[in-house]
């Protein structure tokens, strides 16, 4: 929960999320999912919540599709973030249960990482359903741990907090991960980052649908200073339903300078998710604004930039 005390915005939104559970109970899980992919879907058309946003992230990262299959692959995002978010939500009516079939695939990844003893560092991004793909692995009976942003509300945050109890997965604040990350890893846990939205200056530069992206360098910082294991997570909504949590082994460089290190392991996890991105453009959030940060000009570039008159 935040430090904050509730806003009475926070409280009608706590009430509608609360009514919004009963219906859903009332409905069944399919019923609901329908309702939740439809609703959500209305924020692109008519409503055109983020619409613009949206459409120019998938122009983007694919300038050779046409407009008919932006509209259609951003409606489709739309759809599948209200059909995960009721996914999602299904898990507080049925505390430590994910709704559907759940299929793995490269568990053993994990586990051989974890047999080295000294941790595995798992990094994904907001693909599929992030949310029950970590807590998929703890109810595999997997040492999870997952770094997490706390939400802007907090009584929100009190139930998004209690479902990832529920399904077993321990937390630490982003804000303390350096140290508490760390320590995880010493314990031999698996620590997990969704870390693909635009981390401002302070981040790596790495291609992603070949343009620069502002990448936080956490996940590879840890990996290295563990000697941890580094896989990549991709948790993704497969066409029969079920949800496949997939697990790939991602090579880490042990030489070369620490900056050097650092670039190639947040360039390699970010090459496998756009490769993941590629397959299911519709279960990607397209929502954020993911080349939002310009990436600096190299110093001959700028020197010969202020040179002119």
Request: charged share 25%; net charge positive.
């Amino acid at each position: 929960m935040t430090g904050r005390r509730p806003r009475i915005s926070d409280r009608i939104e706590d009430v509608a999320l609360g009514a919004a559970l009963t219906v859903m109970g009332l409905l069944g899980q399919r019923p609901a999912r329908r309702a939740g992919a439809g609703l959500v879907r209305l924020g692109y058309r008519p409503l055109g919540i983020r619409r613009k946003q949206v459409e120019s992230n998938l122009r983007t990262a694919f300038p050779e599709r046409d407009d008919a299959w932006i509209r259609r692959t951003a409606a489709a995002a739309y759809a599948h973030l209200g059909r995960e978010f009721v996914n999602t939500l299904l898990v507080a009516r049925q505390p430590g249960t994910i709704p559907g079939t759940v299929r793995y695939e490269g568990l053993d990844v994990i586990e051989r990482g974890l047999a080295e003893g000294r941790g595995v560092v798992l990094v994904g991004g907001h693909l599929g359903n992030w949310e029950l793909g970590v807590g998929a692995l703890a109810q595999a009976r997997l040492p999870v741990t997952a770094v997490a942003r706390r939400q802007r509300n907090p009584l929100f945050d009190r139930r998004i907090l209690a479902i990832r109890r529920g399904l077993g997965i321990a937390l630490i604040e982003r804000n303390a991960a350096p140290r508490e990350a760390l320590q995880a890893l010493r314990e031999n846990r698996v620590v997990v980052f969704v870390a693909d939205q635009d981390a401002r200056h302070a981040g790596v530069f790495v291609p992603f649908f070949n343009r620069p992206a502002s990448t936080p360098r956490g996940p590879a910082v840890l990996a290295l200073r563990a000697r941890a294991a580094l896989a990549f997570l991709a948790p993704v909504r497969a066409p029969d339903g079920s949800l496949c949590v997939r697990v790939q082994a991602l090579d880490i460089p042990r030489s070369g300078a620490a900056d050097s290190m650092v670039n190639r392991i947040t360039e390699t996890w970010v090459a496998a998710l756009e490769r993941a991105v590629r397959e299911v453009p519709e279960q990607y959030l397209w929502h954020h604004r993911r080349w939002k940060t310009k990436a600096p000009l190299p110093p001959s570039v700028e020197a010969a930039a202020g040179d002119r008159p």
